[in-house]
């Protein structure tokens, strides 16, 4: 799943006529960059959730696109504005998609750039396999968030409460299960479209130790601003 609903408030003027993702970094819309990277990975059948200027979202990529040498993708969106007159939130927004996603599955922001990270089958069978329902990957703090999000312990657990903390990338694998009771009280699909963040559920299921991470030292952006923008795509 590629999260593609947000405003983008702190990017305007840009975003008052394009939504987020489709910002270009270096020749191609940004949620271009993590689409690619699933396809090179073999990941093929993706849910885009929109919301703003959506339409433009799914009339750049349509139901399926191929991009470069990568295999073809197969589209479907999950229209947040059409369906509830906004987007949902992180959560909301997956939980909404929950019925079009697998047992285990990615799930990326449409507005981080990271060029280096690969989506691999390999971390897909690891996790299926320690029974943890989340895996998160955390990145040194940037100057925007220097105190970090979460912890990371020497066992590979993400943690709550630690003297050193990383940032959250936005790329994580989650377990479908992580979306119910206890953590979760939204039915699946979503249908009343209740907004709801990530980061409480997330931590619910870290303080029982079901949240794993490691870390992600690759190039990294969080595209937030139009100065991030510009820095991204000033030659070097």
């Known amino acids: 799943m590629i999260l593609a609903a ?15 993702p489709l910002l270009e970094v270096r020749g191609k ?30 009339g750049r990529f349509g139901p399926e696109s191929q991009l ?11 229209d947040e504005g ?11 927004g997956i939980v909404r998609a929950l019925p079009r996603l697998g047992d285990i599955f990615w799930v ?20 299926a396999a320690s029974g943890k329902l989340a895996h998160l990957w955390l990145v040194p703090n940037p100057p925007h968030n220097p105190k970090g999000d979460f912890g990371l ?6 943690l709550n409460s630690a003297a050193e903390k990383y940032t959250f990338s936005t790329i994580g694998l989650y377990r479908a299960a992580l979306f119910s009771p206890p953590y979760c009280g939204i ?23 079901l949240v794993s991470a490691e870390l992600y030292t690759g190039q990294w952006t969080d595209v937030g601003t139009p100065e991030r923008l510009l820095q991204l795509n000033t030659p070097r």
Do not use: C
């Open 6 to 20: 947000g405003r983008g408030e702190r990017m305007r003027p840009l975003t008052d006529t394009t939504p987020k």
């Open 29 to 58: 819309p940004l949620m271009q960059w993590p689409m690619e990277a699933l396809a090179a990975g073999g990941f093929t059948q993706l849910v885009v959730n929109t919301d703003w200027l959506g339409e433009q979202i799914s």
């Open 68 to 78: 470069g040498e990568q295999r073809a993708l197969s589209i479907s969106y999950s």
């Open 82 to 92: 059409r369906d509830f007159g906004g987007a949902l939130e992180t959560a909301g």
């Open 108 to 127: 990326a922001a449409g507005d981080v750039f990271a060029p280096d990270f690969a989506f691999t089958q390999a971390s897909v069978e690891r996790f």
């Open 153 to 158: 312990s020497a066992e590979g657990l993400a």
């Open 187 to 209: 039915p699946a699909g979503n249908p009343a479209g209740l907004k709801a963040p990530l980061a409480p559920i997330l931590r619910a299921a870290m303080d029982n130790e």
